[in-house]
Every structure is written in structure tokens, then in C-alpha cells.
């Protein structure tokens, strides 16, 4: 079987600054990967090469068995064209701390419009969809709200029905709570819980211990641009093994 996530000594710079510093891992199909570590450990700059939106400096990394962003030719990599990387991004849906809705389209609108325009799906199959993706992350009566009319948990589940759209065979989530009021949290953790046991592959980058714990099917944690530690998250959080992730853990838990 072929891992959805293969990374293999990624390194990523930006200028000087050397952020990741030789990443290996694996993302099995189906599983919830979670990644925590401090701030400016470099786990966002992971999950942006993941969808080619940030280039890596060096190493390999595959998304569902294929190279991303590049095609190799005997022992040489070529650059793909912007239209060739949009079409590998379209099976990677991608929700973000901040939710980016497009603020003058209702609930329903931001749901259907990356079909229409990317996949030049047509309306009425566009809504259907969208529609179901509403009810399923619990806002069918909120589908004609404009974002402004919706809570920060609200909006968040809008994103992550707007990310399903696109029916990926991979969801990246960066700290997809962490701008929520507390009460906000749960509702949004629920739709994430519901999307793991249908069998969708996540890679969560996340402050939310519980979750992991409960949800995740591995979990590592990076500092400092390195996997310091990985495992399952139940031995990793309840007996962590090097003092860096002792020293964060007894800050987060
Ligand atoms: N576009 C950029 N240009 C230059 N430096 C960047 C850029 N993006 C990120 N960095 C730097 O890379 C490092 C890792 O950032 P990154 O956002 O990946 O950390 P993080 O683990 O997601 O942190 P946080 O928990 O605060 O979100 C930081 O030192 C940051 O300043
Ligand atoms: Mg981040």
C-alpha cells in the first residue's frame, strides 16, 4: 500500500533561515496524523509544501505515490508547470486557522463555488453537493448566511465544507481552532471526529491534546525543523521520551 504523505529528508529554507531540517515521514491512508511542536518549529511551512504552496530545498515528498510539484526523469526532477501543480493541489483540501471565506458569497455559495469554477461542475450538482456538505457539518439552517452573519465555529465548518467540495482524497488542517472562542471549539472538533471515522486521511496540526489523543492515529512532534518524536498519541503524549517534548507537553497538557 502506498502511504498518502511520504516525506523523505525535506529540507526547506527561506533566505538563510533553515527551517526544515531533513523531514521523514509517513502518512498512512485513512489515518489522522497529528503534528504539534512550539511555535516556529516549522509544522504550517510542513503542511505548505504538502500542496506545493512553498517549494522545498532538497529531499522528496509524495502525495498518494506522486512527486509533488515536480516529475522525475531517470535520476532528475523538472519543475511542473502552475497548471499541472493546480491539478495535483485540487485533491488537497486545506482549512487554515483563519477561515478566508469569501465574504460577500452566503454559506451555500462559498460551498459551491470551486466546483463551478474549477471543476466547471454545474450548478444544480454544485448545490446538491454543497447543500448535503452543509446539513452534514450541522448548518443546514444556516446555509443563505453571509459569513459576517456567522459565528467563528460556524464559518470554520463552512471552510471545512468548502475544503470537502472538492472531494480530496487528503485534508491538511493548520490549528483549525485556535482563533475559536473555547465554547466554539467542540462544535468543529465534532465535524473533524465525524470526517476521521469516515475514513478520511487528515494531517492536523493542532494545540487540542484531547483530540489527538482521542482521534489521532499517530502523532509527532517536531522542533526546531526536526521530528524530535513520533508514535501513537497515547504513548507519545503519556510518556513522552526526550525532554524537549516532556518540557512542551507539561506547558500544553
Ligand atoms: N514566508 C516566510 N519567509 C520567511 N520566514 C518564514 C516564512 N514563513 C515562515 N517563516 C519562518 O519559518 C519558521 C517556521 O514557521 P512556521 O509558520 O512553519 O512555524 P509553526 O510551527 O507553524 O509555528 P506556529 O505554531 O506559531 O504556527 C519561523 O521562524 C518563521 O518565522
Ligand atoms: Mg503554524
Known sequence: MTAMVKAEGVHKSYGA????????????????????????SGKSTFLRCINHLEKINSGRLYVDGQLVGYRQKGDKLYELKDSEVAVQRRDIGMVFQRFNLFPHMTALGNVMEAPIQVKGESKAVARERAERLLD????????????????????QRVAIARALAMEPKLMLFDEPT????????????????????????????????????????????????????????????????HDRTKAFLSKVL
Open 178 to 241: 485556535s482563533a475559536l472562542d473555547p465554547e466554539l471549539v467542540g462544535d468543529v472538533l465534532d465535524v473533524m471526529r465525524d470526517l476521521a471515522e469516515s475514513g478520511m486521511t487528515m494531517v492536523v496540526v493542532t494545540h487540542e491534546m484531547g483530540f489527538a489523543r482521542e482521534v489521532g492515529d499517530n502523532l509527532v512532534f517536531m522542533d526546531g525543523g526536526v521530528v524530535v518524536e513520533s508514535g501513537h498519541p497515547r504513548d507519545v503524549l503519556g510518556n513522552p521520551q
Open 17 to 40: 533561515a533553515h527551517i526544515l531540517k531533513g523531514i521523514d515521514l509517513e502518512v498512512n491512508n485513512g489515518e489522522v496524523f497529528c503534528l504539534v511542536g512550539p511555535s516556529g
Open 136 to 155: 452534514r457539518v450541522g448548518l443546514r439552517d444556516k446555509m443563505g448566511n453571509y459569513p459576517s452573519q456567522l459565528s467563528g465555529g460556524q464559518q
